[in-house]
């Protein structure tokens, strides 16, 4: 079956940095488009930012600009969301999940990793 697992949240304090990691499995991870997603308890699921297979992106949350970066690596099947400068705003369960190209629609999700930043 196709997973896809995050780790990497925890938490602390307004102005530290996280890396959050999601391994994949049971796909060719280098034929797909990656995305990170976040949801705050009684908030909407806001889209953070994509990367395609070279390691591009097409999108950034502006809230987060400046501040978050996604990278890939196609040997491991993982792919990275570097949190620096975190705000309290940020709190949320971070997702990773992944599409096809052209296809829009994000068909795979991970379980979640919680974000908590105090302030």
């Known amino acids: 079956q196709v997973q896809l697992v995050e780790s990497g949240g925890g938490l602390v304090q307004a102005g530290d940095s996280l890396r959050l990691s999601c391994a994949a499995s049971?796909?060719?991870?280098?034929?797909?488009?990656m995305g990170w997603f976040r949801q705050a308890p009684g908030k909407e699921r806001e889209f953070v930012v994509d990367i395609n297979w070279s390691g591009e992106s097409t999108y950034y949350l502006d809230s987060v600009k400046g501040r978050f970066t996604t990278s890939r690596n196609n040997a491991k099947k993982t792919v990275y969301l570097q949190m620096n400068s975190l705000k309290p705003e940020d709190t949320a369960v971070y997702y990773c999940a992944f599409r096809e190209p052209q296809d829009a629609n994000y068909k795979f999700w991970g379980q979640g990793t919680q974000v908590t930043v105090s302030s």
């Open positions: 049971g796909l060719t991870f280098s034929r797909y488009v």
